[in-house]
């Protein structure tokens, strides 16, 4: 395995309203080398803060994350340095990682520059090998940041992140608000580079059927849990858990309004709760993430 992370829990708390919220409770994943994990999940339900622990972009609350047997949870700045060049991010705001006034190729040969890992005359040539791997025309180098397109931002992105050859990349969302033919461009991509360099990859998106294209394994996360966790083929035939069957199909929905709080999070839209008579269970247990069958776990009473 090269990434484990074990039992994350992070709580925020909004500065304005002091409102505190969990954005990942008792989270536990593994990615093996050259593997990639989906990760699943609507608007809010904790994604890019399980990503944001993975990398130590920030820290949990609680809980150890296992980067090639290393706990980064537990390294000072100046230990992390040197692992930070193994492992990248693939922002969901890919704008925010970049100076909007720099050149393509200076942010590239910036970038380059950081991790010391070549020569300052290599930088160029460097720079170049990057943006055709990632379809960027030569042209393009000498645009700025700003004026380029959506899909054109998320190569550049992809091309700063590979700029060090990481071993682990946690790909935030990089299909989101692309038109459906970049979409399937950029996936092609990430898939061509995974399997070329045997990269570990965790790929995070909103659409389960974007990450079945990707993933080799799925966790599908909900209120900042995760709710079910297997192979994809295991996901594909036989989803247990009701939200991974609606994710699937989500013409199927239906939300009961005014339930209590406490139990299990998902209670207030599930189907199966509702056919099997509002049980007691529901309400009074939170389902922990066991194995229901070998390698497929889930977190439901009932499923
Ligand atoms: N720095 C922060 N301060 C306060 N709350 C935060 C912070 N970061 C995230 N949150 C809250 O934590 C929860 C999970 O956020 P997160 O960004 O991880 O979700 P997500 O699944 O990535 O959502 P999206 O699909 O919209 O990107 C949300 O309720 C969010 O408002
Ligand atoms: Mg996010």
Not at 85 to 112: G, H, T, W, Y
Not at 167 to 184: G, H, K, T
């Given at each position: 395995m090269l990434v484990e992370a074990e039992h994350l829990y992070k709580r925020f708390t909004e500065k304005r309203t002091k409102r505190a919220a969990d954005a990942c409770v008792d989270v536990s994943l593994v990615i093996e080398h050259g593997k990639t994990l989906g990760l699943v999940g609507e608007s809010g339900c904790g994604k890019t803060t399980v990503g944001r622990i993975l990398l130590r972009l920030i820290d949990p609350d609680s809980g150890s994350v296992l980067l090639d047997s290393c706990d980064v949870t537990r390294l000072k700045e100046n230990q992390l340095r040197p692992m930070r060049k193994r492992f990248q991010m693939i922002f969901q705001e890919s704008s925010s990682a970049f100076n909007p006034r720099m050149k393509v190729s200076d942010a590239l040969k910036e970038s380059l520059r950081l991790y010391r890992r070549y020569k300052p005359r290599e930088l160029k040539s460097r720079a170049d090998f990057l943006l055709s791997r990632v379809n960027l025309s030569r042209g393009s180098a000498e645009n700025f940041i700003g004026n380029l397109s959506g899909g054109e931002l998320k190569r550049l992105d992809i091309a700063r992140a590979l700029s060090i050859e990481p071993e682990f990349i946690v790909a935030d969302e990089p299909l989101a608000l692309l038109d459906m033919s970049i979409q399937s461009q950029i996936a092609n991509l990430l898939l061509d580079i995974q399997r070329e360099k045997e990269i570990s990859l965790l790929f995070i998106s909103h659409d389960l059927r974007m990450v079945e294209m990707l993933s080799h394994s799925v966790a599908v996360m909900y209120m900042g849990r995760i709710l079910e966790y297997a192979r994809i083929s295991v996901i594909r035939e036989r989803p247990l858990h009701p939200y991974t069957r609606y994710l699937w199909n989500p013409e199927t929905a239906s939300v009961l309004a005014g339930l209590p709080e406490?139990?299990?999070?998902y209670r207030s839209r599930c189907g199966l709760y509702e056919e099997s008579g509002s049980p007691t269970r529901c309400i009074r247990e939170t389902p922990v993430l066991i194995e229901?069958?070998?390698g497929h776990l889930v977190a439901c009473h009932f499923a």
């Amino acid at each position: 395995m090269l990434v484990e992370a074990e039992h994350l829990y992070k709580r925020f708390t909004e500065k304005r309203t002091k409102r505190a919220a969990d954005a990942c409770v008792d989270v536990s994943l593994v990615i093996e080398h050259g593997k990639t994990l989906g990760l699943v999940g609507e608007s809010g339900c904790g994604k890019t803060t399980v990503g944001r622990i993975l990398l130590r972009l920030i820290d949990p609350d609680s809980g150890s994350v296992l980067l090639d047997s290393c706990d980064v949870t537990r390294l000072k700045e100046n230990q992390l340095r040197p692992m930070r060049k193994r492992f990248q991010m693939i922002f969901q705001e890919s704008s925010s990682a970049f100076n909007p006034r720099m050149k393509v190729s200076d942010a590239l040969k910036e970038s380059l520059r950081l991790y010391r890992r070549y020569k300052p005359r290599e930088l160029k040539s460097r720079a170049d090998f990057l943006l055709s791997r990632v379809n960027l025309s030569r042209g393009s180098a000498e645009n700025f940041i700003g004026n380029l397109s959506g899909g054109e931002l998320k190569r550049l992105d992809i091309a700063r992140a590979l700029s060090i050859e990481p071993e682990f990349i946690v790909a935030d969302e990089p299909l989101a608000l692309l038109d459906m033919s970049i979409q399937s461009q950029i996936a092609n991509l990430l898939l061509d580079i995974q399997r070329e360099k045997e990269i570990s990859l965790l790929f995070i998106s909103h659409d389960l059927r974007m990450v079945e294209m990707l993933s080799h394994s799925v966790a599908v996360m909900y209120m900042g849990r995760i709710l079910e966790y297997a192979r994809i083929s295991v996901i594909r035939e036989r989803p247990l858990h009701p939200y991974t069957r609606y994710l699937w199909n989500p013409e199927t929905a239906s939300v009961l309004a005014g339930l209590p709080e406490g139990g299990c999070v998902y209670r207030s839209r599930c189907g199966l709760y509702e056919e099997s008579g509002s049980p007691t269970r529901c309400i009074r247990e939170t389902p922990v993430l066991i194995e229901k069958e070998k390698g497929h776990l889930v977190a439901c009473h009932f499923a």
